[in-house]
Nanobody, 125 residues
Framework: QVQLVESGGRLVQAGGSLRLSCAASGRTLSDYAMGWFRQAPGKEREFVAGVNWRGGTTYYADSVKGRFTISRDNVKNTLLLQMNSLKPEDTAVYYC??????????????????WGQGTQVTVSS
């Protein structure tokens, strides 16, 4: 199975940018479709962005479309999330996740089997 470790979260002002990284070990990342989710206090975990196994197909939640970009490097076994024009409502713990049941991009949380520990992103107004 794959182990996932996120990094890059921190406090940033509204309008700023952050890049989150997810390092994978144990299995090659190309065996999985990948996604980013987030969870704000008192809210359910929600889909943010997903990418298919090769990186050629991506999908975004409407709330982040045009501001966030998901990408993957299967050679480096790394998943990235570039976040621009950040808003206070983007504040959450961000998780990367791997889906072994499909190689296609998927928004369904039930399809994701492996999760990182999360990284905190806080956007101040």
């Amino acid at each position: 199975q794959v182990q996932l470790v996120e990094s890059g979260g921190r406090l940033v002002q509204a309008g700023g940018s952050l890049r989150l990284s997810c390092a994978a070990s144990g299995r090659t990342l190309s065996d999985y479709a990948m996604g980013w989710f987030r969870q704000a206090p008192g809210k359910e975990r929600e889909f943010v962005a997903g990418v298919n196994w090769r990186g050629g197909t991506t999908y975004y939640a409407d709330s982040v479309k045009g501001r966030f970009t998901i990408s993957r490097d299967n050679v480096k076994n790394t998943l990235l999330l570039q976040m621009n024009s950040l808003k206070p409502e983007d504040t959450a713990v961000y998780y990367c996740a791997a889906a072994s049941r499909t190689l296609r991009v998927t928004t369904y949380i039930q399809n994701y089997d492996y999760w990182g520990q999360g990284t905190q992103v806080t956007v101040s107004s």
